[in-house]
């Protein structure tokens, strides 16, 4: 049998030597070889091994000094940067120091700016106001008379839409021309033509009477407890036979005149006769009444409900007072209309007071128009072009 093939070792590749190493060895391998060298050359070798000596001492001196000198360096680095780092802490803490200071500061700052702030906040409306009154204290007197005539007549108008007359509004217009007159100011003229316009649009418009029609309204509400409704059959009847009685009392009389005339002995028995008969005759109708009914609840009216229709109908007159106080005229229209309607439906429409009483509230419906009071509204326009100036 063959031998398997053995595979050759590798050889180990020589690290590098340093110079120190290569001098050592370069030495040993003198002094090994140096009994191989002759007799002869033994001068030479010693020679060479004090050489060789000297070199390594001096290379170790050098080397120690270097090493001494790299150490002494070192440390001072080390020093210095031991230095460096504790001035570094030193200023880190003076840093942070000094940045809580800064804050500090800059927060009293900022409280004392907005302290300065408020103040100049407070400055600024005080010296608005300054300027304002200044302003206001500096006004000419046209601008006074303006402003006053203003004022007046704005006044004037509300307590004329409070009353409901144009009296106040004329009174005041009156007494602003005569200021405006007695100025005698080029710039106010437009003033005084436009007052003069308002004054004529007053004077042509037409007011409404609220006393009268208040006056007109309370009377009404006490005829209501007088009006007779339309199933009060006792005094329906009286009534309606008070003239059928008067009227055969008359017929009797020219009867018994005419009578008297032709035969006074026979004249108190036929008087009497007379008499009887339309008595009889009288009763006899007023047991039987043929009438038209347009509305039958108004027959089946109980006493109490009697009693309530007349005290709505009275609310529904109040309400309509009310409504005229307060310058609400459509609403006291209304209320005096629902009022008729009830007095038309429940009430006897024979009767001389019902209809009295339906007549007096149509002529207040018709009186309660919307009376518009003119607004001074081309004076107030001149005023406030005369106000500013232009």
Not at 182 to 197: G, M
Not at 216 to 230: A, G, K, S
Request: neutral net charge.
């Amino acid at each position: 049998m063959t031998p398997p093939e053995q595979t050759p070792a590798p050889h180990p590749t020589p690290a590098p030597a340093s110079p120190v190493t290569d001098s050592t060895a370069s030495i040993a391998g003198a002094a090994a070889a140096g009994p191989a060298i002759s007799s002869g050359g033994a001068s030479g070798a010693s020679n060479a091994w004090v050489w060789t000596t000297v070199v390594l001492g001096t290379a170790a001196t050098v080397a120690v000094v270097s090493s001494v000198l790299l150490w002494q360096r070192l440390g001072n680095i080390q020093q210095q940067l031991a230095l460096q780092s504790a001035d570094s802490r030193g200023q880190a803490v003076e840093a942070r120091t000094l940045a809580r200071q800064a804050e500090d500061v800059s927060r009293d700052a900022a409280s004392r700016m907005s302290v300065l702030e408020a103040r100049v906040g407070e400055v600024a409306l005080q010296r608005g106001q300054l300027e304002e009154l200044m302003h206001s204290l500096s006004r000419s007197r046209d601008d006074n008379l303006v402003g006053d005539i203003e004022g007046a007549i704005r006044f004037a108008m509300q307590q004329s839409q409070l009353s409901g007359s144009p009296d106040p509004v004329v009174s005041a217009l009156k007494t602003a021309q005569q200021r405006v007159v007695a100025s005698a100011q080029p710039r106010l003229a437009p003033v005084e033509r436009a007052i003069a316009r308002d004054l004529d649009r007053f004077a042509s418009s037409k007011s409404l009477d609220t006393a009268g029609l208040l006056a007109r309204l309370d009377d009404l509400l006490r005829q209501v407890d007088e009006l007779p409704l339309q199933n009060d059959v006792a005094t329906n009847t009286g009534r309606r036979a008070a003239p059928a009685r008067a009227k055969n009392a008359s017929h009797g009389k020219d009867v018994a005149s005419k009578d008297d005339a032709a035969d006074e002995p026979q004249s108190w028995w036929s008087t009497a006769f007379s008499t009887v008969w339309n008595a009889v005759h009288d009763e006899a109708r007023s047991l039987v009444r043929v009438r038209r009914i347009d509305y039958p609840d108004a027959v089946l009216l109980s006493p109490s409900e009697a009693f309530f229709l007349r005290e709505n109908l009275k609310l529904r007159i109040m309400n309509a007072r009310l409504a005229l106080l307060a310058r609400q005229m459509p609403a006291s229209r209304n209320d005096l209309a629902s009022a008729g309607d009830t007095i038309r439906k429940y009430f006897d429409p024979s009767s001389r007071r019902t209809q009295q009483a339906s007549q007096q509230l149509l002529q207040l419906q018709q009186a309660m128009r919307d009376v518009e009071i003119p607004r001074a509204s081309d004076t107030l326009a001149a005023l406030a072009t005369a106000a500013a100036g232009r």
